[in-house]
């Protein structure tokens, strides 16, 4: 069974700075799917950044990027030029992409509560 | 505007009684899906359903029940037998292609 492991329960970043999150997963499929979401205040999931494991090139969003280091299993999260409203609970999550059983079943990490101090 | 819609968003349930907790969506999506966070847990996956008519246990099944009897909607019943009720509900759907699942606003479910 697959398993996502985030090892930092909280961060905490400054205005303007940069931040990374860890992420790493164990599996033994070579094709999936990764996910960072982001649930603030108000408790509503929202997808930040996707990354599909056949493509080498790491995913970017604005100033949201991962690091994906498939032969290592680790999928980190940085948020350059963090802002107050980037202050959330972030969750990674896998998802496989074979048919059948719980595919679109996404597999989450504990998440890490990011604070961002003015 | 598409969406998935949860309600309540509050819910107070006593000892002993079975309570539901509604998901609706208008996105067309095939697939729905229901959480369950505690603090420090994560989401746990309850029950998914990729069909009409057909759903499947999650990781933490026992004391809950579901029906798929139209593609909207994905409605979850928490009953008697779950001892420990209390967390945040989230719902969530994708299409069978598309990789990202949307989510509802949740139900804060507590135990009274």
């Known amino acids: 069974a697959q398993t996502v492991t985030q090892s930092q329960p909280e961060m905490s970043v400054q205005e303007a700075e940069t931040v990374t999150l860890s992420c790493t997963y164990d599996?033994?499929?070579?094709?999936?799917?990764l996910f960072w979401y982001k649930q603030p205040p108000s408790r509503q999931m929202i997808l930040v950044i996707r990354q599909e494991a056949y493509k080498q090139q790491n995913a970017t969003e604005n100033r949201f990027s991962v690091n994906f280091q498939k032969a290592a299993k680790s999928f980190s999260l940085k948020i350059s030029d963090s802002q107050l409203g980037d202050a959330a609970m972030y969750f990674c999550?896998?998802?496989?992409?074979?048919?059948?059983?719980?595919?679109?079943?996404?597999?989450f990490g504990k998440g890490t509560k990011l604070s961002v101090k003015p | 505007d598409g969406g998935i819609t949860q309600s309540p968003k509050y819910l107070f349930r006593k000892e002993g009684q079975n309570v539901t907790l509604s998901c609706e969506q208008n996105?067309?999506?095939?697939?729905m899906y229901w959480y369950r966070q505690d603090p420090g847990q994560g989401l746990r996956l309850i029950y998914y359903?990729?069909?009409?008519?057909?759903?499947q246990k999650g990781d933490i099944a026992e004391g809950y029940s579901v029906s798929r009897e139209k593609k909207e909607s994905f409605p979850l019943t928490v009953t008697s037998a779950q001892k420990n009720p209390t967390a945040f509900y989230l719902c969530a759907s994708n299409r069978g292609r598309q990789t990202e699942a949307f989510f509802g606003q949740g139900t804060r479910l507590t135990v009274v």
């Open positions: 999550a896998y998802r496989s992409t074979l048919y059948g059983g719980s595919q679109g079943n996404l597999i």
């Open positions: 359903s990729q069909i009409v008519n057909d759903f």
């Open positions: 996105l067309n999506h095939d697939a």
């Open positions: 599996t033994s499929e070579s094709d999936y799917y």
